[in-house]
């Protein structure tokens, strides 16, 4: 014998039901829009990492591509480090629903920089390019999901 359970039976769609699964569209030129702040967050974001290491190069009298001691190594990674989370938050906050694709946008470029600053500079000492590979650019993207979870 059959005992109706609520919920056990199946019951018709009602008609509005088919839009439950609808997305609503967008309004015209938010997409437009959207790519322009995450190009400007991206700009912004790896520029405040860029300009940092550079002057932080230039007012230190630092030698990047000469050997250096093992205090300026460790002033210069937390000092990387440091900007470019801040960077990447900054960045994050031109288009914080996009905040993980800006910060790797912004980890991306700062390693590639680094790379291609070591092929042109084969003989040089790569200890600055090695901080920007293995710790700045991560830092970028650990800055822009702190900064997408916030």
Known sequence: ???????????????????DDMQ??????????TIAMC????L???LISAVSSILLFLIGHIQPHQPA????MWITAIYGIVF?????????????????????AIALTIGVVAM???????????WSHAIAILLM??????GALARRLD
Request: aromatic share 12%; net charge positive.
């Open 116 to 126: 291609w600053s070591w092929y042109a500079s084969p003989n040089d000492s790569h």
């Open 84 to 104: 470019a989370v801040l960077g990447a938050i900054v960045g994050a906050s031109f288009s914080r629903k996009n905040a993980i694709g800006i910060g790797a």
């Open 69 to 72: 001691s093992a205090a300026v």
């Open 44 to 46: 912004t974001g790896y």
């Open 1 to 19: 014998m059959f005992i109706p359970v609520i919920g056990s039976t199946r019951r018709k769609p009602n008609s509005h039901d088919r839009f």
């Open 137 to 142: 650019a991560p830092a970028a993207q650990f």
């Open 39 to 42: 190009a400007v967050g991206w």
């Open 24 to 33: 609503p569209e967008a309004a015209p030129g938010t997409l437009l829009k």
